[in-house]
């Protein structure tokens, strides 16, 4: 059973940083993708980075030159280095773990796991 479990939330002022960090245990496959979605109160999950096992990544237009996915394939963890926050990125961030397979990044219905999900707040 695939087990992912994020850490690395917390509470910063707008123009701060934080990294989400996102260890994965139990899986099997050779190949993979991962990526990082938030989600707000009332509001459906939205993609916000992606990256497969061989390095291709993608990001929500809203986070592009703030954010950067990035994954450590021996341990396997993946990474969020967020900067220059601002408060709307405040939402709980979940990462997804789907195969390699996953075409449309965006979709959660691309990935079969999820993390328990992480608070990120951002004030003004």
């Known amino acids: 059973q695939v087990q992912l479990v994020e850490s690395g939330g917390g509470s910063v002022q707008t123009g701060g940083s934080l990294r989400l960090s996102c260890v994965v245990s139990?899986?099997?496959?050779?190949?993979?993708?991962m990526a990082w979605f938030r989600q707000t109160p009332g509001k459906e999950r939205e993609g916000v980075a992606f990256?497969?096992?061989?390095?291709?990544?993608n990001y929500a237009d809203s986070v592009k030159g703030r954010f950067t996915i990035s994954q450590d394939n021996a341990k396997p963890t993946m990474y969020l280095q967020m900067n220059n926050l601002k408060p709307e990125d405040t939402a709980t961030y979940y990462c997804a773990f789907g195969d390699s397979g996953v075409e449309i990044w965006g979709d959660v219905q691309e990935y079969h796991y999820w993390g328990q999900g992480t608070q990120v707040t951002v004030t003004s």
């Open positions: 990256i497969r096992k061989d390095g291709d990544t």
């Open positions: 139990g899986h099997t496959y050779r190949s993979y993708s």
